[in-house]
């Protein structure tokens, strides 16, 4: 059995937003995934899926999109992106999904399949010390902290821990922020995130850090390829 993650699908979600417009190698991005992930996902196996999965601005329309994942291999488990308007209710999305997508929200999830592995996360916001951060930027992160809390409080007792996050967990210096030093008071083995792009892929920080390894899983910067996190 294998852990797969890769993030920021950024399906249309009936919205008119081609993303080629970022660059000539996202023309058919979806095709490209869908053909890789096939290839390289059993029906037994997990994807992680951190966030900005669709541009639909309403459940219904996100349905589409989901409808579309969920026909893929594997079992996926998703936390909300910056882009991910569609996602409030979380009764409402899981009541919506297919059987093979979970949903993080304050929350962790375990699969029976996987046993003594939990899977936490929250969606994050750009660390303190970035530069324009403001105050009203620093509500967020602290909410965003105490929502991974919970998050990672829910898995009490489990040995070992996958958390997913949208944003990085490193200021734009490439220094550790409280969310990374919340990470290392809980046996978390990996750190999956996405949300870079372009520029911003200059300097990744990415590795085995304290114990623990990040991985950056953009489906851009992955050359829209599922990256293998854990062969278990």
């Known amino acids: 059995m294998k852990i797969f993650a890769i993030s920021d699908l950024h399906l249309p979600g009936q919205q008119d937003k081609p993303m080629d417009v970022f660059g000539a190698h996202w023309k058919n991005h979806w095709g490209k995934i869908k053909e890789n992930w096939i290839e390289a996902v059993s029906p037994q196996?997990?994807?992680?899926?951190?966030?900005?999965?669709?541009w639909a601005m309403t459940l219904e329309e996100a349905l589409v999109d989901l409808n579309d994942i969920a026909t893929l291999p594997g079992n996926k488990i998703m936390i909300k992106g910056?882009?991910?308007?569609?996602?409030?209710s979380i009764s409402r999305l899981r009541d919506r999904s297919h059987h093979s997508i979970y949903t993080i929200q304050n929350d962790s999830i375990?699969?029976?399949?996987?046993?003594?592995?939990?899977?936490?996360?929250?969606?994050?916001?750009?660390?303190?010390?970035a530069k324009d951060f403001t105050e009203h930027d620093q509500k967020i992160f602290n909410r965003e902290v105490s929502r991974?809390?919970?998050s990672l409080d829910a898995a009490k007792g489990a040995p070992s821990i996958i958390v997913l996050l949208h944003f990085p967990p490193f200021d734009d210096k490439g220094q550790e922020s409280e969310i990374c030093h919340l990470i290392k008071q809980y046996?978390?083995?990996h750190v999956v995130f996405g949300h870079l792009h372009g520029d911003s892929l200059k300097g990744v920080i990415e590795g085995k850090?304290?114990?623990v390894t990040y991985h950056l899983v953009?489906?851009?910067?992955?050359?829209?390829i599922p990256k293998l996190i854990e062969k278990l």
């Open 45 to 54: 196996d997990i994807v992680l899926i951190p966030g900005d999965i669709s």
């Open 82 to 88: 910056n882009h991910d308007y569609w996602w409030s």
């Open 110 to 129: 375990s699969l029976e399949d996987f046993p003594g592995l939990v899977f936490c996360g929250t969606r994050g916001w750009t660390a303190p010390g």
């Open 148 to 150: 991974l809390k919970l």
């Open 187 to 189: 046996p978390v083995k």
């Open 209 to 211: 850090i304290n114990g």
């Open 218 to 224: 953009s489906c851009d910067y992955l050359d829209f």
